[in-house]
């Protein structure tokens, strides 16, 4: 029986809790990691996502050839004929080829400007959380405007100013999805805002770039990220909408939405060349969704319970 | 047998009245108990020459390319035509405002809704239409059209000083200047006198067209509240609901609906006097209660719609239709040439460096595979244009094809000369300035490929033109500007050397001459087709015209496609001819 005093009860209890927490800490990573492999949404959308990303990065150096160049004796060819893996469209040009431009094309868009809509997203609504007041008000009021507008309005208008083209798509889209992260960051922070350790932060004399530094962004990147892969999601899926209606990339430079635009005038007669990019467009927008479900099952185990609790 | 001697009389006073087409004539002598060959023996005593069998199908021998291929069952022509029903047709573009003086372009509804002065039969031939005769004097200078005084869809009546009153505001159109060498219009009694400064082989045919139809001028002026002090500038005119709320004019139809974007509807006139057309058939009211005219800017869209019962008649299916729809027992094809081309304006004045010169004008040229684009694009359904002309137009000057002809060598040569040295990008440059611009281009599909093709074939021998697809608003408000290089252009007019002078002449810079083209030998050419008074004047001013064109290329040339017209074969009397863009519905029913 060894008398305890009670400084040494106190550090025993405050060793005891720090071995606490950190296995608390090493088991949430381990916990994440053990999720991320078995969690079959996200490996089979990271497993998508690599074979498409591999399209996209490596398919034009390993196929080559020009995408631009005509090919009047070979128009309209099915896949797997000769000379043309994939096709050729309306003016003899090679699919494959075009495809994996198209999926650079696509890929670039979108994590373009999703890059720049979640760095302005949550630098926009974090401040504008954080801060209250005015700033709160003017900012939400101004990410509100935006996201009222639908995104197609928001691209017209803007090929209507710069012309059409890749780069009123990349404002558009990104503007608005740059909205739509600051409402959600907003949130967020408005809600941590209100919870202990900010208030024992502010307490303890921590600057306001200290707090968002150190325990808001940290506590907030997790949810954004999930945001933000639905809205790679959604950028896909708006470029290739533009591109359908003509105010995204411009001829030659392939899209997969202008592939499929060029190809429904030839349904009856070939209807590869719609349907290849169609389905490309459907498998990125597809793995996209898996990786968006599977983050947001791991960073947020709430969610996975109650789906679990739902099953049964 | 008096009262059946009777009834054949009053039957036959209503035909010579033109009160009764051929067709209900027989029907009516018929049920009278009259056989056929006594029929035709009637018919040939009231000088009706043509056989009594004779149905609808048009004669198109005089138009060299027509391939249409009309094969109506022959038992619903024998019974005869059907009164009642909509014919729902799909148009490829969209619809335009009926307003002849101010629209910027005419769509088949003017062909149901209005009457020319003169128009023009299967042969080719100008007849009648709302005048009852014409002449030309000896000199050419003066041409008389008899009108008598017409009813319109108001109630309203056109005498021959309405009809001068309405070429007179006409003249103020932007259009106008195709009919420059008509100097200005008279009334001669029951006559409207065109009088000319020169003799001109041409005074007809613009007359022939849907901006000469002729409206009730009296309507037109009141309803846009028009005064001669700011003519068509006025703000009445401007903002006048003329042809697209209201219409008066004397065709078969009445304007009911025009919905831009949609469609448009006209409702038959059950006041129609009757047509002075000699080849039409039925000289009454028009057999159908209704048309209506569904825009289908959708290529693929128009012939499934077809297909599916959607609509009865179409113009222009996309060419990769056509195999399909002429395999449709059901459905007949009629194919001729039609009067369009399509070509690149380059803008020489704000961009010398690169378009300035006259070789690098026909380096570029030379690197378009047109034959390729026609099988490729048109699915052979077109020909290639090396000049400005179709090739099927009466006066196509052959001799254009040895120029720009698809040579790659000699696109090199050419650029070449022109101090056009490769770049290590596979960009041409010359004095620093790289052979690269921009080619603006309607956004249309057929109108993108052919874009798209030809600067993927520019590329080809280090001439970069990056496509810039854009609305059709824009283009129009873009080009001739100092922002464009160069733009795709589709033209469409039955009278080519008329139309494409637009596009050339020194004094229509900037707009409709993009190109800011400014060459002595086409204002030559064109002064020289303005004042034609023979035919073989005529025919060398166009053949010079063409030749001006094809070596100096204010405009570059691709290709010509033909037209398409496909019916459902329940639909009878509709029967597209070569010479007009578009069919005539007087003689069109639909089987019941």
Known sequence: ????????????????????????????????????????????????????????????????????????????????????????????????????????????????????????????????????????????????????????????????????????????????????????????????????????????????????????????LAPALVLASYYVAVAIIAEAALSFIGLGAQPPLPSLGQMVAEGRNFLQLNHWETTVPGLTLVVMVLSVSLIGDGLRDVFDPRLRHEAKGLES | MSEKNHEIQSILEEYQQKKLSRRQFLKKVGAAGVGATAAAALLAACGEDEPAATTAAPTTTAAPTTTAAPTTTAAPEEMGPTRGGTLREGYNRDVSKHDPITTNWYDPAFFAIYEAIVTVSPDGDFVPQYCTDFSVSGDGLEYRFTVEDRQSHSGGTITAADVAEFYRIQKFSFIASLASPISHYEVDGDQVVAKMNNAWVGT?????????????????????????????????????????????????????????????????????????????????????????????????????????????????????????????????????????????????????????????????????????????????????????????????????????????????????????????????????????????????????????????????????ADVNVVDRAVWFERAGGPEVPAGLFMWLWPIPIDVLTLFCASFTIPVPNWSHANEPRIDQAIADWQSAGTEEAAAKAQSDFQIAWAETLPNMSFINQNSTFVKNNRVHGWSPHVWLLYPYYNDTWIEA
């Open chain 2, 204 to 464: 007809l045919g613009p007359l022939a067209t849907g901006y000469w139809r002729i409206a009730n001028i009296n309507t037109w002026k009141e309803v846009g509240s028009y005064d001669d002090e700011t003519g068509l500038a006025g703000e009445g005119v401007v903002a006048s609901v003329y042809g697209t709320e209201i219409v008066d004019a004397t065709g078969p139809f009445k304007h009911t609906e025009w919905v831009p974007g949609s469609h448009s509807y006209v409702e038959r006139w059950d006041d129609y006097p009757g047509s002075n057309v000699p080849y039409f058939e039925n000289k009454g009211t028009a057999h159908l209660d209704a048309i209506r005219w569904t825009v289908i800017t959708e290529a693929g869209q128009r012939a499934t719609q077809l297909e599916n019962g959607d609509i009865d008649t179409l113009l222009n299916p996309a060419h990769q239709d056509l195999a399909r729809l002429q395999g449709n027992p059901d459905l007949t094809v009629y194919q001729h040439a039609e009067w369009s081309g399509y070509f690149m304006f380059m803008n020489r004045e704000n961009y010398p460096e690169l378009f300035g010169d006259v070789e690098t004008r026909r380096g570029l040229s030379h690197a378009v595979d047109r034959e390729g684009m026609v099988q490729a694009l048109l699915f052979g359904n077109g020909a290639a244009t090396y000049g400005p002309f179709p090739t099927t137009d009466r006066y196509y000057d052959p001799a254009v094809e040895q120029y720009n002809n698809y040579d790659v060598a000699e696109a090199n040569r050419l650029l070449d000369a022109a101090g056009w040295s490769m770049g290590s990008d596979g960009v041409r440059e010359r004095d620093g300035v790289p052979l690269q611009f921009e080619f603006m281009v309607e956004n249309e599909s057929l109108q993108t490929a052919i874009a798209t093709a030809a600067a993927a074939q520019f590329s080809q021998v280090g001439a970069q």
């Open chain 1, 1 to 220: 029986m060894t008398a305890s005093t009670p400084e040494s009860y106190l550090a025993d209890w405050d060793r005891r809790l720090l071995d606490f927490e950190e296995s608390q800490h090493i088991s949430a990573f381990r916990r994440g990691m053990r999720n991320l492999v078995r969690n079959r949404l996200l490996l089979s959308g990271v497993i998508l996502g690599v074979l498409v990303v591999g399209a996209g990065v490596l398919g034009p150096v390993i196929v080559g050839g020009d995408y631009e160049l005509i090919n009047f004796s070979n128009i309209h060819a099915v896949p797997f004929s000769e000379d043309a893996l994939l096709g050729t469209d309306h003016l003899g040009r090679d699919t494959a080829t075009r495809l994996f431009v198209a999926i650079r094309v696509s890929l670039a868009v979108a994590v373009g400007v999703t890059g720049l809509a979640l760095l302005a997203g949550l630098a926009i609504g974090t401040i504008s959380g954080f801060r209250g007041g005015w700033t709160d008000r003017s900012l939400s009021g101004v990410m509100d405007f935006i996201w009222g507008f639908p995104l197609i309005l928001v691209a017209v208008l803007f090929a209507g100013g710069l012309g059409e083209g890749l780069l009123s798509v990349i404002l558009a889209v990104g503007l608005v999805n740059m909205a739509a992260i600051a409402r959600v960051v907003r949130g967020e922070v408005l809600a941590l805002s209100e919870r202990e350790f900010i208030e024992a932060a502010r307490a303890g004399g921590l600057s306001n770039w200290r707090i968002i530094r150190k325990h808001l962004l940290p506590n907030i």
